[in-house]
């Protein structure tokens, strides 16, 4: 087996989720990697789309900000955010990559403020920038991130952008577009996806060498096991050389 | 219309529809010059209390020139709209000259990690708050465009984004569906920058537009720079090229390198070197003083600002990485 770090291990991951002729919309950092490496690798026709209003772009190295000139470089269209939103409410954005300080067992998003006072919060992040737009309107929402029961919490302190809300049917009776929602947690251990009925996390797939105990000691709650948890494949070692010569030379996002 | 829920936060700017007419009513149509300076355009046209927006997206196609300049004329109490606020927030939040924030994404610059400064302020409780998102700020600027008092999104609902913003959430006459409305957002002044305009205020802009049509049309009063000035000949040779009209335009500024140290498309790339200077100065509280000395309030202008950060041989080296020419990278 080639060896890796977990960062290229959730964006090959992430990057297999993405099938050609699917649209995808990005921020900067490993998304954008994960995005890259699909676009090289299985789905040359995967349509990237950036918030700012970059639309199917080559994008020729890691861009620093979704609104910098790598996100319309040779693309098909420098459009607006207006624009781009509004084609993921209209139903045309299968995925995006979303993150917080806190996911909680539904899949809502903190990325707003830890502490109780809006007003003078102990902790303040940057908001929802685009991501309760994206959440709401991409039929499928992923999260990359680290495995940790600081981040994994049963009920997020803050919701920022929304996962499947209470569970249940709770999402769509709350106004949201019928039938979009969380889709999988990609961790450095393991993959999640959402049980159908309760849309409560689920682990289906451990990464090698992580077990089911490893990650429940690092998640605050309770996950359901898929009836048959499989080991997530490793990244192959066209994938890592693709990820690395072309989509990251520079290792802005894989040497972190 | 029946309201179902509504956010607990505070509208900042008066969406009413009627009395933006009323002001546009009286905004003048005249084809006139309005070439001027940063200073006298930031001294004549932004007010203290004034509610504020600024174009591009944070460190892209920014209007650093009028931003320093802000801080430079020690104004206060002013309004902002955080939207895709990154490198603009930061500077702002320097000179704290705002008082309230309609927040969609601050404090962050994206890939390049938080700014120490701004959060430390966003946390005094010094600044009030009230929540949104990119999309429905974008929505809210198109509402007050389209001279119309609310916008209907499909999102927010469920979240404590909603809760803590001054949307409200309906029914949808026609089939049922519940939607957030959120306010017109009718700004006392927008700042944008652009690559091309005429001495009257015609604006050509390259790549992404953001929300920049709408803040345009939505605010009471417009000041722009650009990288040149153009003639008016150029603007009639090509009418599809201009994506804002000089009646919308109240001041005009030559600043080329105008959003220097932020990206500008096609023209130069985003000065990293100096950005991460920003975010590891602001650490230590004396030496974030000296930086901003050194870089805004101990000089007269923008062009005295690149001097010291580089000059003429920084912005090539800027024109190149943009270009992704082979050798210029840092």
Known sequence: MADFNTMELMICTAARELEDGACVGVGTGA??????????????????????GGVAPLVPEM????GDSRTTWKACMASGMPDVMETGCRGMLDYTFLGGAEIDMYGNLNSTRIGSDHQKPKVRFPGSGGANDFASFAWRMMVMTPQDSKRFVERCTYVTTPGWINGGDSRAKCGLAVG????????????????????????VALNHGFGLKDVEENCGFELIKAAKIIENPPPTEQELAILREEVDPYRYVIGR | MDVIEKGVGRIFTDPDADKAREFFRHKSRALVSKLTTVKEAVKELIKDGDYISVGGFGANRVPISVLHEILRQKKKDLGLAGH??????????????????DIAYIIGLEARGLSPNARAYMQSGDVEVTEWTNYTMSARYKA?????SFHPIRNMMGTDTFKYSAAAISECPFTGQKYTLVPALYSDVAVIHAHEADI???????????SDWDIARSSKKVIITCERLIPNDEIRRDPTMTFIPYYCVDAV?????????GNMYQEYFSDEDHLREWLKVEKDPEAFKKFLDKNIYGVQDHFEYIERNGGIRKMQMLRQKEWLFRGARQ
Do not use: W
């Open chain 1, 31 to 52: 998304p954008c990697a994960a995005a890259m490496l699909a676009q090289k690798t299985k789905s040359p026709n995967l349509t990237i789309i950036f918030e700012a």
């Open chain 1, 63 to 66: 861009p620093i900000s979704v």
């Open chain 1, 180 to 203: 979009a929602g969380p889709y999988k947690i990609i961790t450095n251990m393991a993959v999640m996806d959402f049980e159908p009925d309760s849309k409560r996390m689920r682990i």
């Open chain 2, 84 to 101: 895709t606020a990154t490198h603009d927030f930061q500077i702002l939040s320097a000179g704290k000259v705002f008082n309230r924030c």
């Open chain 2, 144 to 148: 007050a465009a389209a001279g119309v």
């Open chain 2, 200 to 210: 009257y205020g015609n604006c050509r802009v390259r790549g992404i537009l953001m």
């Open chain 2, 253 to 261: 500024c030559e600043v080329p390198y105008g959003s220097y140290p």
